[in-house]
């Protein structure tokens, strides 16, 4: 099918539905393209979306409620500030994908779309290239991330009703170990430590009800660890790798979590979980309780969001991370924004290296003090993103990363580290991503890189994101 598409570069981004000048069609596919058959209206997409016509059409923007977009998406991964927990209240759904517009012309509020993300990485190296993520695997080529999303987004832009959503996620590739939960099929990595696995990463439902403030979303389920400037989902980053301060972090969490629009400028969320990357039904499973608040400045210029996220009595399980985040947006012009991150997180509890309590399965022990069984395992961390946007496809990021595993819970190596990433992404329309990469790290006290062999790491990575 990508074979008989005509593939050359886009000069702009386009979703149009006229024909291509260059392509040209009998009338009556022009007219009627559900006449066309299935693959051809899947390549179709593609090459309107690569080569879109000279003048491309005109159509009101959708409505909105709420302050404006600040940023272009693409290049940039998102056009508002994001949060977790829930879908941008005010926002309307305008996102159209090439399997949907093959199956039923996009005419459906349910959806159904994905990417393929194969990747390639060298690095100084040879056994694994750990604590970095998500090129964990040195000096391979390897399949990150192949993914299938079915949703429906909740209308958030109405105030009349009461209305719904849900959103199901199928990933596989060697990314699932980043996104595995302990009871959600991780045997596979926990037990047998496969490179390549399947997750189920997320399976939630969301409810948006108009009438209280602004509106406000519920979502049950599973759901992505709420706080955070990265994702796990490869698209929803602006660097293919992660920094250190993700790499160890909360992933998913299940329960319950309210996200209320007080107005254009406040948003406050309220969750009970089962804790960090557990199921309901595992014994590591504890209540716990996440707080965020998030304020917007009126030019759209500057986003804080700060997460008090799992908060429990913090004895030491599967990932049960006391995780406090601050994150900070900040807008310098139209091309140019920062994005600041920075937490605290800490177990209890913890059981010492070499010491007479096993460990957890999957759950790393701590260097606790001469005579310590058990010790509270601190580590913080701050990452720094940088955004220059170059044109309507491309757009460069500079990072920058400090982490202190201050007991060494969390990498195997109690040290400091910092990284540096510098990052161009280049989109051919709105479907095909490149971002190749050039990326250093440091362990400060030990060597940590290697497998405990080396202090300093040198990567040149990239990936490549194909979304359907």
Known sequence: MLLSCSLSPAQQAGKETTASPDAPQSNAETLNPETKAFFAR???????????????????????RGLPSPLDSPPFPNSDWSYGGSPVIGEPDTNSYPLMTAINQAKSRSKIYGWVEPTLNFSTSTNSNAPEANDVYSNRFEMNQLVLYAERLPDSVQRDHVDWGYHLTALYGTDYRYTTGKGYLSGQLLDDHHQYGFDPTLEYVDVYIPQVAQGVNLRLGRFISVPGIEAQLAPNNYIFSHSLLYAIDPFTDTGLIATVKLDDQWLVQLGITDGHDTALWTPDAKAS???????????????????????????????????????????????????????????RDVPAIGGKIQPETGANPAYCLAGEQRCTAPEYAVANFLQKELSA????????????????????????????????????????????????????????????????????????????
Request: aromatic content about 18%; charged content about 20%; proline content about 3%.
């Open 289 to 347: 309780g996440t707080f965020c608040l998030s304020y917007t400045t009126k030019s759209v210029n500057d986003n804080l969001y700060a997460c008090a996220n799992g908060i429990n009595g913090a004895r030491y399980a599967y990932n049960n991370l006391q995780q406090y985040d601050a994150t900070w947006y900040r807008k310098f012009s139209k091309t140019v924004h920062m994005a600041t991150e920075t937490w605290y997180m800490y177990e």
């Open 42 to 64: 899947w390549g179709d997409f593609y090459r309107r979306d690569w080569s879109p016509p000279a003048v491309a059409s005109s159509e009101p923007a959708p409505a909105r």
């Open 393 to 468: 496809h491309d757009f460069i990021s500079f990072r920058s990363d400090f982490l202190d595993d201050k007991k060494g819970q969390r990498t195997g190596y109690a040290t400091k580290y910092s990284e540096n990433t510098i990052m161009w992404c280049h989109w051919w329309g709105t479907t095909v991503q490149l971002r190749p990469e050039l990326r250093f790290e440091r362990a400060w006290d030990q060597k940590a890189y290697n497998n405990g062999r080396r202090q300093n790491q040198l990567t040149a990575a990239s990936d490549l994101i194909f979304h359907f």
